[in-house]
């Protein structure tokens, strides 16, 4: 019996040394030197389901033999960095779906996520590839390349150190919180320019108070300084939605012909002073026509009471689109591709409602002539709604 355990014990220590050996032995993939990798994809392979409709993660018992491997890239935490793609064999690259390239085998493959991200406007992008059975032979890797500057011999007391620079906002970000700042400081300069209209109009009650003695056009006139404010916040915070839709090619109204390529803030600062320009004139120069239609016939009192609410209303509805946009953007909060089809009839349903509302709640007493008229004030306020319809049905 004695003789068995040292038996035993050099078998079982010769196999862990086995083992271990082919352990160390197997070969790893590194990126080329001038790379410094920063995270590796091996363990985020994902396979398409047909069961759930849906990618599942990877697994080496089950899906072994399929010979489409997909992955998530992070294009916003991501920026300013490179991936790297190589596969031991002769592979083909797909990004959201399309063909892009063949891969030689044994060779890299570099992608810059800032030109990515330019290009597809999304936060995240579905990488593909195809070619032999398993992921084994393919490694993506997120590298930071690096510079001339960098120094290539770091002392020895310094060769534990990693320099993390912060990943810089996007363009569109920085712009959303300039825009949030001066919508900020435009309201607090109304409310305290006249606290008592303020308060008055952004209050959704008001839109349906009807009594003639204590109409909100009785202290504000449409060319009065809160209102002018007004429509100059309702006018920015359209803009921004339009830029917002353009951005994620959405082309509302065909504004990429006015606007510049959006690659960096200044530019953006720039579409948002135009488009915003372009909606306050336009909003008072619907005020102008409803003026001379409401002349024909003796109802300039009820154009200033249909401005109001109109003006009401726009700035009620896009400020909650402004929250709304501002808040899932900061969340990088993905929900514009499954909503793309349906993205306008909230807006179609704004106009038709407040159309509505309006003839409802401002409709004047009086002969059939006089409520012809009221119909047409609505119609050129309606007129909006009518242009868009095109773009999402």
Partial sequence: MKSIFPAVFWAFFTAVTLLGSLAQGATKVNPPGQFFPVYNYQDDWLVYNEQYKNYVPFSQGVNEGTRFASLYIDLVKNRRYSLLVHSENESYLFLEGALQNRIAGGKWQELNLDSLYRLYHKDELLLTLYGSPGIADKTVIICNKKKL???????????????????????FGTFAGIALIIILILNAWIFNLNPLSFIRLINPIEFFNNDPRDQLSKINKPYSNT??????????????????????????????????????????????????LIFFMLIYAKYIFMVLAGNMLNLD?????????IVQSSYLFYALVFLAI?????????????????????????????????????????????????????????????VSMKFAL
């Fill in 149 to 171: 500057t960098d120094s290539e011999t770091i002392g020895p007391a310094r060769s534990g150190f990693i320099n993390i620079k912060p990943i810089t906002f996007s363009p």
């Fill in 227 to 276: 209102v002018i404010f007004f429509v100059a916040i309702s006018s920015m915070m359209m803009g921004f939605t339009v830029i917002y839709l353009s951005i994620n090619r959405l082309n509302l109204f065909s504004v990429s012909t006015i606007l510049s390529e959006k690659v960096n803030t200044l530019q953006i600062l720039g579409d948002f002073c135009i488009l915003s």
């Fill in 301 to 309: 009192k009820q154009v200033d009471i249909i401005f109001i609410k």
């Fill in 326 to 386: 501002f808040g899932l953007y900061s969340n990088h909060i993905n929900w514009l591709e499954a909503s793309r089809p349906y993205i306008l009839l909230p807006f179609l349903f704004f106009y038709a409602a407040r159309f509505v509302a309006l003839y409802v709640v401002a409709k004047p007493a009086g002969s059939l002539i006089n409520l012809y008229l009221f119909s047409y004030l609505c119609v050129i306020e309606i007129i909006p709604l009518i």
